[in-house]
């Protein structure tokens, strides 16, 4: 209180009791007496012999200002404490002074602001003076708001995310801060960093459209120095994924080049976590290897080649020298390098180096073993190129090792085929009766020897290990050894025992691509006369359709017979068949794969398989169309199929007028012999699948795009309008059919003679008479351009002929209009005549229209916005701080839009905040009015305002005094709120009264039946009663 009478002597403080108290404002009775003070107030504030180190005063201060804020009157917020920010410089560098600058003070009182108010600092660039203060209070309480307001991260209830810009909130500075030991407490930094980067990181992987931000290198670089500084190590690689993901697609084309030796610090981190084979999945062969994908948005920008040189690079740098200090963080850098670019051919050029320092890695650090073999086995096994002399040494080095054994033997067999032959001598029994033992690498292995393998010492005696192995009586399933053994036979009587015991046993069956080509691979090595019929049976018994490749190899017709058969009717266009019918056709066996589709059509058209869904029919068709001659098979179909009896006959012309103008399309054999028999049999319905065949240049099935003006065509074209006409009555009850219809006469000359006019004429009474404006509607607009005689249609015109006068129908111009905000102005042809009658009949648009209508031209924005200032102003702009309120042809700046009076925070200065307020024709107000206006509102003719229990006094003395600056307000609205101060609101409703303008105001009271006192029931009825007849009351208690 003592403060308050400094400042404002004046004031009548005689009913206040206690010299502190929290709310000061209720000093003020009305809006004059805050003002004046607040005037004094910010002089005092500034005089030399006030210390806002005192904590008295700055808790005084604090107070008043506090207030202001949390008022979110933006008006008053940019005349009051706008200049203290606009007017702080920040130090040149940190300091450790004594005591605060009265400047800086004055930014710590504004550093706690509402949300609003907190967007409106960061759009302004004010975060950038407070992260820049060297003050940690102002720095702790920035960020603290930015995490609890997510600024960047999510939508608020009413506030739209800002976008992360680093010009705007640039990370070095609290960096610096960190650096300085201005900042201790290090979590929220943590939270801050995680927040930023989600930030970007939409759930659909999709920016929204309105989220501006922008990435820089200083932004990166200090978003990924920070990631890693404060965050855990699972949590911070997840979070540089994103960051390295992100950047590239949202930082500026022009500025991702800049940023390459940034890339290459990701690189190096990410490649220490991303292997493209999981660590727990290293004892699977073959080794289970993902498709890298993760580097394409950096690849796309800077190319393959760049990516696998800079891969290569850091492999080759992270081995340079290895020794038994060499950290096993640096080579798993190295590794997940390398594994960054399999299968890429740069392995293959540095081939040589990359086997060696896998070698050396192998006899200096044997924790890596596990690792270091899974990148040999996929290498070799890729590349399958590996020197016989380093093979050798590889076998030496496997030797003397005792752990990952398994590993070990995997290891061994990929690479003994390239061993001399000292080395294949030695291990190659070995490898075969190993406990580790595994068929299918052994498999692999002689497949991959080749001759070596029958030059091998005692080859008849291994061959015999293997054939042993191959033994169905103590095997539950396929040996994978079949496919060696029956590559390297010589004696046909030793394979025969195998394929009959498989058969006998019955449990002997495929459960892999590869045993199911041994399988094969055995049945096929009998000669085509002496293969058993049991044989195929069972062999495809299992295979069935599973194994795609296992087909490819089939080198018999009656093998492909014999599956084709075996596949049930019902299911014969399922997908999963059609490699078999591929490799039929590939094979020159198309007639097997017509002769099954043949009954499958039978079987349809009889009705025996209604079930069989019509999609999978046509998706076969479409797929085998072009590479089978099948337009007899469909054509007899379609032709059964309308020959049938009435009893399905209605939904089988509609299935072929929905699915089958494509396929009839296609045909090249019989077309037009074929459709002119369909003609007769379908009749109008055809008239879809005309439409599209013959007058549709555009559609996906056209076959003559100008129209049907050939005499193949032409004659096909008369013969369905002749069809159609003769039977009348079907076409009037479909009218989007009849206006196509209409449009096959383009290309007869004698549209108008007596064989058409009589029947169209008919057919035109039989219509309704909306039906019938819209067809001369249709053909004005979409017939006459062309005609090359508009007179054709002239007898429909004529109203002695068919008892009709024709008035057009007025378009809905608005359809026409579909006009992006982006579309040039230069685009709209409408004249300007024509629009202006449009707008006398406002009734035919909506908002939509109106502001597409708005961007013609310059002269008719101003036009309508002038109309829509004084007929219509319920537009509601969708603001936020991303909204561009520059742009000259903005409605806003007409005033025409309803606006809320908080939304006046999303315009960033005080000159548009005041201009646009003056212009505003709509004004809702639900706050406290803090702001004196003090000239008129000339466009003001929509008012709202919400008075409630929170007002202050002086809310009620403010509202007046805009009331005395509205001279042209037509319609106001009150919406009372538990309002017991009813004496408050009586000037208010006095001086509604006065305003000559004002037609209509609507009161809504609401209250609690309980809390009302009577006095204020009286003094609201009394009152209300008096003025009835200007006043709509809606009663909420």
């Not at 608020?156 to 990370?171: A, M, T, W």
């Not at 296992?550 to 492909?560: G, L, P, Q, R, Y």
């Not at 090359?788 to 006068?805: A, I, P, R």
């Amino acid at each position: 209180m003592d403060y308050i009478q400094q400042i404002y002597p004046n004031l009548d403080v005689s009913n206040i009791k206690s010299r502190k108290f929290s709310n000061f404002v209720n000093l003020f009775r009305d809006i004059h007496d805050l003002n004046v003070f607040l005037d004094r107030f910010f002089e005092w504030v500034d005089r030399d012999d006030v210390d806002l180190n005192d904590e008295s005063i700055k808790s005084f201060v604090n107070a008043v200002v506090n207030f202001l804020i949390v008022s979110d009157d933006h008006l008053v917020f940019v005349q009051r404490l706008y200049p203290w920010i606009r007017d702080y410089t920040p130090p040149s560098k940190s300091t450790t002074q004594q005591s605060k600058s009265k400047s800086e003070i004055k930014l710590e009182l504004l550093s706690t602001p509402t949300p609003l108010h907190l967007f409106n600092y960061y759009k302004n660039g004010f975060l950038v003076k407070m992260l820049k203060s060297n003050n940690s209070t102002i720095i702790i309480n920035v960020i603290t708001l930015v995490l609890k307001y997510q600024m960047f991260y999510t939508n608020l209830e009413s506030i739209e995310p800002v976008g992360f810009q680093y010009s705007l909130f640039p990370l070095n500075l609290i960096e610096d801060a960190i650096n300085n030991g201005i900042l201790l407490t290090l979590k929220q930094i943590q939270t801050l960093v995680f927040d930023i980067i989600n930030s970007f990181n939409s759930k659909n992987g999709v920016m929204k459209p309105n989220y501006k931000c922008e990435l820089n290198r200083e932004s990166i670089e200090s978003l990924f120095r920070l990631t890693i500084k404060f965050s855990e190590n699972y949590e911070n690689y997840r979070l540089i994924q994103i960051l390295y993901k992100i950047t590239l697609i949202l930082t500026e084309q022009s500025e991702i080049s800049i940023h390459k030796d940034i890339y290459n610090q990701f690189h190096q981190f990410l490649f220490f976590y991303d292997m493209v084979f999981k660590h727990d999945l290293v004892d699977q062969i073959p080794p289970l290897i993902t498709n890298n994908t993760f580097y394409s948005g950096y690849i796309s920008q800077f190319g393959q080649d760049d990516f696998d040189n800079q891969a290569i690079k850091i492999f080759l740098d992270c081995t340079k020298s290895l020794t038994s200090k060499t950290s096993k963080k640096t080579l798993t850098v190295a590794l997940g390098a390398l594994s960054s670019i399999y299968p890429s051919e740069i392995i293959n050029e540095h081939l040589l180096i990359i086997y060696s320092k896998l070698c050396k890695i192998l006899r200096i650090r044997e924790d890596m073993d596990a690792l270091v073999l899974m990148f040999l086995i996929i290498i070799v096994r890729k590349f399958k190129n590996c020197p016989e002399s380093l093979a050798d040494l590889l076998l030496g080095t496997l030797g003397d090792k005792k752990k990952a054994e398994s590993l070990h033997y995997s290891m061994i067999t990929t690479i003994l085929p390239y061993c001399s032959m000292k080395y294949l001598n030695d291990h190659f029994g070995v490898i075969i009766m190993s406990k580790f033992g595994n068929h299918t690498l052994v498999n692999e292995m002689v497949m991959s020897l080749g001759e070596k393998f029958t030059q091998l010492e005692g080859f008849e005696y291994l061959y015999q290990k293997l054939l042993n192995c191959v033994n169905p009586l103590f095997q539950q399933g396929v040996n994978p050894l079949i496919e060696c053994v029956v590559h390297y036979n010589k004696d046909q009587t030793q394979l025969q025992p195998i394929m009959n015991q498989i058969i006998e046993l019955g449990r002997v069956h495929p459960n892999t691509q590869s045993e199911a080509m041994g399988l094969l691979k055995l049945y096929q090595s009998f000669p085509k006369d002496n293969r058993n019929q049991g044989n195929i049976e069972y062999l495809f018994k299992y295979i069935k359709t599973k194994y795609d490749m296992v087909f490819k190899i089939i080198d018999d017709e009656s093998t492909f017979e014999y599956i084709i058969n075996v596949i049930r009717i019902d299911t014969f266009t399922y997908p999963e068949n059609w490699v078999v019918y591929k490799c039929c056709i590939d094979n020159g066996w198309s007639d097997l794969v017509l002769k099954r589709f043949a009954i499958l059509l039978k079987f349809i058209s009889t009705g025996s398989f209604s079930s069989i869904p019509i999609s999978g029919v046509l998706k076969f068709i479409n797929t085998f169309q072009n590479l089978l001659n099948m337009d007899k098979i469909i054509q007899e179909y379609i032709s059964t199929s309308l020959a049938d009896s009435e009893q399905n006959l209605k939904s089988r012309i509609s299935d072929i007028s929905l699915h089958y103008g494509p396929i009839i399309s296609k045909f090249t054999d019989g077309f037009s012999e074929f459709y002119s028999e369909l003609i007769p049999k379908m009749g109008v319905f055809l008239i879809g699948i005309h439409e599209h065949l013959f007058f549709k240049a555009n559609s996906s099935f056209s076959i003559y795009p100008i129209g049907a003006n050939t005499k193949e065509y032409f004659d096909l074209n008369l013969l369905l309008i002749e069809t159609i006409l003769k039977n009348q009555n079907s076409l009037v009850s479909r009218f989007d059919d009849l206006c196509r219809f209409v449009s096959f006469f383009s290309v007869i000359d004698d549209t108008d003679s007596v064989r058409f006019q009589k029947p169209m004429i008919e057919i035109f009474k039989n219509l309704n008479d909306e039906s019938k404006t819209r067809l001369l509607d249709y053909i004005v607009s979409e017939l006459h351009g062309n005609l090359e005689d508009s007179k054709k249609w002239n007898y429909l015109f004529d109203q002695s002929q068919t008892n009709f006068q024709y008035q057009p129908t007025t378009t809905n111009i608005t359809k026409d209009l579909e006009l992006k905000s982006t579309t040039p102005k230069s685009n709209i042809q409408l004249p300007i005549i024509i629009i202006k009658s449009i707008i006398l009949m406002s009734d035919m648009l909506n908002l939509i229209g109106i502001k597409i209508l708005s961007l013609v031209s310059h002269s008719f924005h101003n036009m309508i916005t002038q109309w829509m200032t004084t007929n219509l102003c319920n537009i509601k702009p969708k603001l936020s701080f991303n909204f561009n309120n520059s742009s000259p042809y903005s409605l806003l700046h007409k005033g025409v839009y309803q606006m809320k009076y908080n939304s006046l925070a999303y315009f960033q200065n005080q000159d548009s905040r005041e201009n646009i307020f003056y212009r505003i024709s709509s004004l809702d107000i639900k706050s406290n009015l803090l702001y004196i206006v003090n000239r008129d509102l000339q466009n003001l003719i929509d008012l709202k305002i919400e008075f409630n229990h929170n007002n202050y006094d002086f809310h009620y003395s403010s509202t007046v005094n805009l009331l005395c600056h509205c001279p042209n307000l037509q319609k106001c609205d009150l919406n009372i709120i538990g309002q017991q101060k009813v004496d408050l609101l009586l000037p208010i409703f006095n001086k509604l009264q006065q305003i000559p303008t004002l037609t209509l105001v609507n009161i809504r009271l609401q209250y609690d039946e309980n809390r009302i006192f009577p006095s204020t029931k009286s003094l609201l009825d009394n009152h209300l009663t008096n003025i009835k007849k200007f006043i709509t009351i809606n009663e909420n208690r």
